[in-house]
């Protein structure tokens, strides 16, 4: 079937780090090379796959598919901040942790910068029987999912089903009596998990003392709502900085206040099962109104046809992007098209676009925040496909995982991160601008540049040249004054005169009124403020670079309003002599500008008002397909700026 094939591509890239030759894939998936590209090429078409060459490499806008899933479970949203908080107080990296059938699974990480740091991702899967979480989880399986673990064990007996763990064939080091374990069995890492477990179950908290590597130490508690463990908060260190011991002496006790907390809030936000259903079904209702095309007249569906072709470009992922943000936000009575667009993709592709396997994938971002579960007619509404293909896909889907169904509603589970998450949850915002940048500078013949505000300086981030005789000449790296760079002043334009105390929230800043935006942060390290106000970003003097240097405060700021208000900056000759360019900004899924993109290029290529008539138009949509992956990459991790 299409959808288990492409599934299966999507898996292999996600054990290949993200990217892998088309050849590869071929060998690793053990598909026809033909299947193989038809798959690859449909992918591509939805955004979740750039075909560079001869390679395939995961995009961020994959990153939807996980989305979907941790909008539904809530506990990110929710709980995300209270375990970043607590890192910073303990300064230890804590993870929040979800069972997965005999694993876990990350949904969240709060890492600490350090020589030795914890390289876990979001979505990562790990043998519950060799981590601290595991332990907590395994204290409410049943007896056949018991018999499910061991079962793995025998036939996985070195975890190659792990690929983010070590193997465990290392000797067990003797922490627990040799009685524990079978005559004439030779102990390896995880062999004492009933005992753990029964142990964990005793006390209610559980530790990892060096099971997944050495030097490696964590300790656990869960997190329950209704009387059952919804995640598990998990603080890790390194010996070097606590045994186990000290763990449990030193952290547990505040571990303890954080799951209470969070306990509370998981409370307060919690609805009876049947209301639940019933805002879901609800929320369902509101989102597609129509009826069913099968239940339409000619004359309705015609008219239906004609709006859907009159539409813009149909690129799926903008579609898909503006109809679940309106869902999200309670307004969603607006058919979604995506149905429409993959009949149009395979209208123009042919046989290269597997139309099922679009649709197939496409019902899993039916799911969301407000949506974690649906039926069968809400996922029919919600991507405004046909009931019966609607059906198939939540079929294929449980049968592979992906989807649990009971008493007729469907959820997804936490397998559906293994889609590609795990890899691309350490996306950069360079990663994400430079295939696009690429693209930008092959049309244009001139060199992009995407940078960041570090002090009172701009920061070039990522970079393509040209190859010209005389070009711009900077790379990735290179800091320059930021009042005198067009890079600069969009980003500058954007900040308040000085920075308010309000507005201030988990050391980030905020606009008065606004929401803090946690999704970028500017090295990955959480104290660095890159926006503490206009004054702190501008030298005491601004001085002249070349006689066409604005220097006069008044009118630079002035400059500044004009930049503000016409939605990018252009810097002619007052950097180098010779040197125009014109940025646009980059902002982040709170509007906030995080960045800069600009070209750059000698002042006899083109004129000014060219530069605003050629260049400023795509720049512009250049800046908006980065920002849409960005705002996906961004919704449930911090994405890093350099």
Not at 22 to 45: H, K, M, N, P
Not at 47 to 73: K, Q, S, T, W
Not at 238 to 251: E, F, I, K, P, Q
Not at 414 to 419: A, G, M, S
Request: net charge neutral; hydrophobic share 40%.
């Amino acid at each position: 079937m299409p959808l288990i094939r492409g599934i299966a591509v999507l898996r292999r890239l996600t054990e290949a780090d993200g990217a892998s030759s088309l050849s590869g894939l071929e060998r690793a998936t053990g598909l026809a090379r033909s299947t193989v590209d038809r798959i690859t090429a449909t992918l591509a078409r939805m955004g979740y796959v750039r075909l560079d060459g001869r390679d395939a490499i995961l995009a961020p806008r994959l990153m939807e598919l996980g989305n979907a899933y941790l909008a539904a479970l809530r506990l990110p949203r929710l709980l995300d901040a209270y375990a970043d908080a607590l890192a910073d107080e303990l300064d230890e990296s804590v993870s929040l942790a979800v069972g997965d059938q005999d694993g876990i699974r990350f949904i969240h990480q709060a890492t600490r910068r350090r020589a030795m740091s914890l390289r876990f991702r979001i979505g990562d899967l790990l043998p519950a029987e060799r981590t601290a979480p595991g332990a907590l989880f395994a204290s409410e399986w049943s007896e056949a999912e018991w018999t499910r673990w061991r079962e793995r064990r025998a036939t996985d007996p070195e975890d190659r089903g792990f690929p983010a763990v070590p193997a465990r064939s290392r000797p067990y080091d003797g922490r627990t009596e040799a009685t524990a374990f079978p005559a004439g069995q030779l102990p390896t890492v995880g062999d004492d998990f009933e005992q753990r477990v029964a142990e964990a179950r005793r006390t209610g908290w559980a530790l990892d003392d060096q099971l997944i590597e050495p030097g490696l130490v964590a300790v656990s508690m869960p997190v329950r709502e209704a009387g059952r463990i919804a995640c598990v908060v998990n603080v890790v260190s390194h010996t070097s900085r606590h045994s186990a011991t000290d763990l449990r002496d030193v952290l547990l006790p505040r571990l303890r206040m954080a799951v209470a907390e969070m306990e509370r809030v998981l409370t307060l936000e919690a609805e009876p099962a049947p209301e639940r259903r019933a805002s879901d079904r609800r929320a369902s209702e509101r989102m597609t109104p129509e009826p069913m095309a099968s239940e339409r007249t000619a004359a309705e569906q015609e008219a239906s046809t004609q709006a859907a072709s009159t539409q813009a470009a149909p690129e799926r992922s903008a579609l898909a992007a503006e109809r679940y943000a309106r869902a999200d936000a309670g307004d969603a009575t607006t058919p979604c098209g995506l149905a429409d667009w993959t009949g149009a993709s395979k209208h123009e592709l042919g046989r290269e676009f597997i139309e099922s396997l679009a649709r197939g994938l496409t019902v899993i971002t039916a799911f969301g925040e407000g949506r974690a579960e649906l039926t069968l007619t809400a996922v029919a509404q919600a991507t405004g496909l046909a009931r019966a293909t609607a059906r198939r896909a939540l079929i294929t889907l449980e049968h592979l995982g992906y989807v649990s169904a009971h008493d007729r509603f469907f959820r997804l589970t936490p397998r559906v991160l293994n889609l590609g998450f795990p890899p691309l949850s350490r996306t950069s915002l360079p990663e994400i601008a430079t295939p696009y940048m690429t693209e930008l500078s092959q049309r244009l013949h001139d060199s992009v540049s995407l940078a960041v505000l570090t002090g009172d300086e701009i920061q070039y981030t990522g970079r393509v040249s040209t190859r010209r005789i005389m070009s711009v000449n900077v790379t990735v790296g290179t800091r320059l004054p930021a009042y005198a760079t067009s890079l600069g002043r969009v980003i500058l334009a954007d900040l308040p005169e000085t920075r308010g105390t309000e507005g201030l929230e988990d050391g980030l800043p905020g606009r008065p009124g606004e929401p803090v935006s946690r999704s970028v942060l500017p090295s990955g390290d959480p104290s660095a403020d890159p926006w503490g106000g206009l004054s702190a970003a501008l030298p005491e003097q601004l001085s002249p670079l070349t006689p066409r240097t604005i220097t006069d405060p008044e009118r630079f700021r002035a400059e500044l309003g004009r930049v503000r208000k016409a939605g990018y900056a252009m810097v002619d000759e007052e950097l180098e002599q010779g040197l125009r360019s014109i940025a646009v900004p980059v902002r982040d899924r709170g509007g906030r500008v995080v960045a800069a993109l600009n070209v750059a290029m000698h002042s006899s290529r083109r004129t000014a008002e060219e530069c605003v008539r050629d260049v400023l138009p795509q720049l512009h949509a250049t800046a908006t397909r980065i920002e849409a992956d960005l705002h996906i990459a961004g919704r449930f991790r911090l994405v890093q700026l350099t």
